[in-house]
C-alpha cells in the first residue's frame, strides 16, 4: 500500500481508503456486523489507514462499528466523517433526502454525536455533507470549524459534495475561499467532470482530492453490464440504462490501453486516478473482503504516464468515439 499526504492537513493516508457506506446501509446489500468488522480489520491488515463514513449511514451505524473495530486502535487509523443533515428529527426513508442544518449550533450538537459514536475524542477529518452554497457562504460556520481545529477536536475540515445537491460552483468556492483540507467528489474515466475542475483548483490551494465512484457504480469492474438488473433499493439503479450500454461501447474501446499494459479495466480505472498528484485518496465502493483485497492490490506505484493520463482524457472529450447510433 501506498500512501499520501491529504491537501494541506499534513495527514498521511493510504491511497486506497474504506468508504463505509456500504457497512451502514443495505443500499448495496446487507452486510451483517460480524462481517463489517471483518471488512474493516481486513482493510487494516492490508495497509488501509483511511476510513471515510457519515453520520447519515445507518442513521449512525457506520460510525458505531468503526468505532468498535479500531476501539484500541485509535492513533493508528485516520477517521473522516461527515455532518449536515438532521437525521434526529427526521426519518429517511429510502433514497429520500434529509434537511440539511449547516450551522454552527448544529455542528457542535452533530459533532458530540459522531465522536461518542465513534469512541474518540477527535475526528481528523470533518466534512460538510453535500453542502448548498448557502451553506458555503456562511461565514460563522467555518469560522466555527477552523475554531474547532485549532482546539484539536477535528484535525481539518473539508467538503464532499454530491451530484444532485451541490456541486461545480460549491466546490470551486469551497476550494478558493474555505480553508478546506478536502474536496470529496464522484470522478472516473467515464465521469471525469467536473472533477478536472477541482483537481484543477485544488493543486493551486494544496486541497487533497478524496474520490468517490471510481468505479463509475460497477460499470469498469465488470459488476454492472448491460444485462444486470438492479433492485429499486440498489444505490446504482439511478443509472439508466441508455448511459450503461454507452458506457459498455467505451469501455471497449479503452481496452487496447490497459491490453498494453497488462491490466484489467478495473487496474486502468484507479491508475488512472492515482496517477494524479493532486488525488490523495481513492474511496472504491467494496462489499465483501474479496473486493478490498482487489483494490488494495492495485496500489503500487505504478501508475500512468502524463502522456498515457492525457489520452485517456482525450478520449472522454471525444466521447470516447462512441456514436449516438452505437447506443441505440
Not at 500512501?3 to 457506506?21: D, M, N, P, Q
Not at 434529509?98 to 459514536?117: C, G, Y
Not at 448511459?243 to 498494453?260: S, T
Request: charged share 25%; with cysteine.
Amino acid at each position: 500500500m501506498k500512501y499520501r499526504t491529504l491537501g494541506k492537513s499534513g495527514i498521511k493516508v493510504s491511497e486506497i481508503g474504506f468508504g463505509a457506506w456500504t457497512i451502514g446501509l443495505d443500499w448495496w446489500g446487507k452486510i451483517e456486523d460480524d462481517q463489517a468488522i471483518k471488512m474493516l480489520k481486513r482493510a487494516y491488515d492490508l495497509g488501509i489507514n483511511f476510513y471515510e463514513t457519515a453520520d447519515m449511514y445507518g442513521k449512525g451505524r457506520s460510525e458505531k462499528l468503526l468505532g468498535t473495530a479500531f476501539k484500541d486502535m485509535r492513533n493508528e487509523v485516520i477517521y473522516s466523517t461527515k455532518w449536515g443533515y438532521d437525521m434526529y428529527s427526521v426519518q429517511q426513508i429510502g433514497h429520500s433526502e434529509v434537511p440539511q442544518k449547516h450551522n454552527p449550533e448544529f455542528l457542535q450538537f452533530a459533532l458530540k454525536q459522531s465522536l461518542d459514536r465513534l469512541q474518540t475524542d477527535f475526528v481528523d477529518v470533518y466534512s460538510l455533507h453535500n453542502p448548498k452554497m448557502s451553506a458555503i457562504k456562511n461565514d460563522a460556520l467555518f469560522a466555527e470549524l477552523d475554531s474547532l481545529v485549532a482546539k484539536g477536536v477535528i484535525k481539518s475540515h473539508g467538503a464532499a459534495l454530491g451530484p444532485a445537491i451541490g456541486w461545480k460552483e460549491e466546490g470551486l468556492m469551497a476550494i478558493d475561499n474555505r480553508n478546506i483540507t478536502c474536496l470529496q467528489t464522484v470522478y472516473n474515466i467515464l465521469e471525469q467532470d467536473p472533477g478536472r475542475d477541482f483537481i484543477r483548483a485544488a493543486a493551486q490551494k494544496n486541497v487533497g482530492i478524496m474520490v468517490r465512484v471510481p468505479d463509475a457504480s460497477g460499470l469498469l469492474t465488470g459488476k454492472v453490464t448491460a444485462n444486470t438488473t438492479l433492485d429499486k433499493n440498489d444505490h446504482r439503479s439511478f443509472r439508466k440504462r441508455e448511459f450503461i450500454l454507452e458506457a459498455m461501447q467505451k469501455i471497449d474501446n479503452m481496452k487496447p490501453i490497459a491490453d498494453g499494459k497488462g491490466w484489467n479495466i478495473a487496474e486502468l480505472a484507479i491508475k488512472f486516478i492515482l496517477s494524479q498528484p493532486e488525488i490523495s485518496v481513492v474511496l472504491p465502493t467494496t462489499v465483501n473482503i474479496e473486493e478490498i483485497e482487489m483494490f488494495a492490490a492495485i496500489s503500487d506505484g505504478k501508475y500512468l504516464s502524463s502522456a498515457e493520463s492525457k489520452q485517456l482524457e482525450a478520449m472522454y472529450e471525444k466521447n470516447f468515439f462512441v456514436s449516438p447510433a452505437a447506443t441505440s
